[in-house]
């Protein structure tokens, strides 16, 4: 442990750009250090430091994740229906594809090709965008259908909604039949499989009625084509029955791509201010400090979306 | 060198001496007081030492206020009827315990978070780290005044809360409470969280400076034990405060949306809010202590003029706190209905923490074993803190005791306990380092015979205050109640003058330390005969803290100096001899 001083944590100072500093009065130097070569190690340090924080912070949303799965797994199996994994997928690659492009930034600044540098920061923001668009229309959808977190969780309004498809549905089937007969000897003939030939059925003492005839009749009624925000086609009704507080499963999807998310924003706000630093003329092989930790937090927004990828899309 | 000139140096030490000094004083140029004095030098100021005097007027002034609610909280119990609320809240029982409630959380939430975190690391740590090291600044000198601006910034919410009408949660925000009371329970979450990143990014940048900005020749086990003190405290910070910042984002999410995480009618568990919280606030009770004890280390070897005793156990026993820290904290949850599996293991390995505190105080008091001990503020401060330390640290093995805990378990037993440790301990070792660099500070010398009577009218009035709440406390009075039974009057009547007491030790404290600013004796370089670098700069230092680059010092090598009682100056024998 009683080594110098200065050889401590020797992992910060990774040998291919240990290089290249120690020259004094660089233009680059704050006055409280000795060396470029102090001054970069500091920094790095700095942002390995910080980056600990990061993963606590998202560490306290992760336990949540980690108590209610353990002890409301239901929670998960209703709720991880609602999420589209060709997106999720679309957008881990997405990521990891900036990671790269970051990476190759990096490089490109330690060789100080200022156009190159340009090139793989735009590309990464644009990815950052990308990420950000997808999840837009993800969050949308899920607004769209009352899926809120919490206290606004209103995907009760889907139940109304059936409720109301029944009535019409009833009312249909009222009118296409003797009203004077009681309701309950109305067949109502479901189809069992796509294709199959709907022959209609002789109900006892009534006219038989077709699904199809009352799904016709209530589109025109009420003016609802299929697939209308308020009514969600069975096909995409979750399987199971809803558990209990099954706001909970969204209030930790939101929690945690939520925070995820601003992540990204303030890594995209990172890259256009390296971008100007590099088109000021301020980062070179000998001072590319910035461009390395802004990788570095880059990649841990990458790293901490691959883990939210599987623990939220892919819980079966 | 003649023979003559070795022994004239004996004769005419102090002429030489008074020389030398105003030599250094021409030499030296502005201090880093002194060299702009504008108030955007001040507001904008990168250097570490402005940073932490601005950090210490702030603490000062938020111990201030604290200290006010505390003595409200203890006026109002002199009598078990109500005593003041009235004169506030009107005659409605109800408002008058409200109001009660708004003071003790006012009181404890600005003593934790705004006093004792920051007192020693941010205020003292900030002037002093950067100079036992040697260095001109800390790692990242606008990170460090952002951490400031940040304290200040969760300082004015607490301050917006308390215009806003309080908030009456305690200091924990324990749910489900905390997500349905009616008071600004929200400004004083974010308050908190704003400061948790204050204290985040000052230990950051502490951890940082100690790793890449030693001096040439200083290694681990060559540092001052303050500065091992500060590294632990600085690890515990930064991997601890994040899950603070979490665990009140999501409360103030459950406040607001009701995401059912914390609050049982949301599907949420409240217990679970009690896991995240003390994940955080048990490591931070350790915050507090240890760079307390750091401050002891410095004050008990340098005002025993002594070698410390066990450096290396000093050392290690505070890296050995700070990782027990962390698994320790269920012991505040005994009662809550965890596991009693849960409850064996948290109570067991509570007791270990109590193996390096004790080799701490056992070391200490080696260390003034056989020394030449100058009993000055700072060191009856350093004295008063082992006494209150070992209490406080002694009774927190009771509350470890899971049948114990059981009975003793939120009655008055544990606020004695937890004040002994935060203030007995933390505030009184904060005090007395402020007492210890007050002359490197300032450049003064205080009038150390009111320092004495001060540092024993705080001794006898914390004890008075809290000795008695042990007793009631083990008797069945529960906290957090304005009123009580008859029979316990008799030791709130104590408790309460004891803080009247301490009160008057506090202010006149305030007093002779700011009339040694305006009439102080000017401080020499070297008041107490330490050794470490920040001893052998000028009082106050330049902006660039020396003159040259330091080369490291043994800190603990004390019995080489001399007192010269003309300038009050302690300088090396062999440097003498050489002159």
Redesign the interface.
Known sequence: ??????Q??PEEAAGEHGDGHGHGHSPHL????DSLQ?QF??GK??MW??L???V??????F??YA?YKANHPELFEWGHQFLDKRWGATNTMVLLFSSLTMALAVREAQLGRKNRILFFLSITFICGLGFMGIKYIEYSKKFHEGL?????FSYATVTTAETERDLLELNVVAQKTDISRPLAEVVLIEPKAKGQVKTPAIAPGGRAINQDEIDVEIEKQSGHPEGDGLYIPPAELPKSARP??A??FF?IYF?LTGLHGIHVLIGMAVMVWLMVLVVKGRIGPEFFTPVDLGGLYWHLVDLIWIYLFPLLYLVE | MKPDDKASAGSDLSSQEVEQTSQETKISGPSYLTVTNTLTSWMFTLDHKRIGLMYLVGVLSMFLLGGVFALLVRTELFSPIPLITPLFAGDDAGAQADLYNQWFTTHGAIMVFLVIIPGVPAALGNFVLPLLLG???????R?NLGSFYLWMCGAAFFVYVLFSGGVDTGWTFYTPYSTSSPTAVIPAVVGVFILGFSS?FTG??F???I??????G?????MPLFLWATYSTAVIQ??????L???LL?LI??RT?????FDPQ????PV?YQH?FWFYSHPAVYIMIIPAMGVISEIIAVHSHKRIFGYRYIAYSSVAIAIFSFIVWGHHMFTSGQSTMMNIIFSGITFSVGIPSAIKVFNWIATMYKGSINLNTSMLYGISFIFLFTIGGLTGLFLGVLSIDTHLHDTYFVVAHFHYVMMGSALIAFVGGLHHWWPKMTGRMFNEFWGRIACTLVFIGFNLTFIPQFVMGSLGMPRRYYSYEDKFQIYHQLSTIGSYVMAVGFFLTAFYLIQSLVSGKKAPMNPWGGNSLEWHTPSPPPLENFHGVPSATDPYELDQFDYDPVTGNYSSQSSKGLA
């Open positions: 442990m009683s080594g110098d001083a200065h401590e944590k704050a006055h409280h250090f102090q190690e500091a340090l700095g430091l910080f600990a924080t990061e606590l912070l998202f560490g306290g949303l336990c949540f108590v809120f977190p919490g206290k606004s209990p507080n706001h909970v209030s929690c | 260095a001109k600044d800390v790692a990242f000198p990170l985040i950051l940048n951890i940082v400076t790793h890449k900005m030693r001096p040439k200083m290694t681990w086990f060559n930064v991997l601890a405060t994040p899950v910042g979490i665990t999501l999410l459950e949306l009701g995401i059912g995480i949301n599907g949420g568990d679970l995240f």
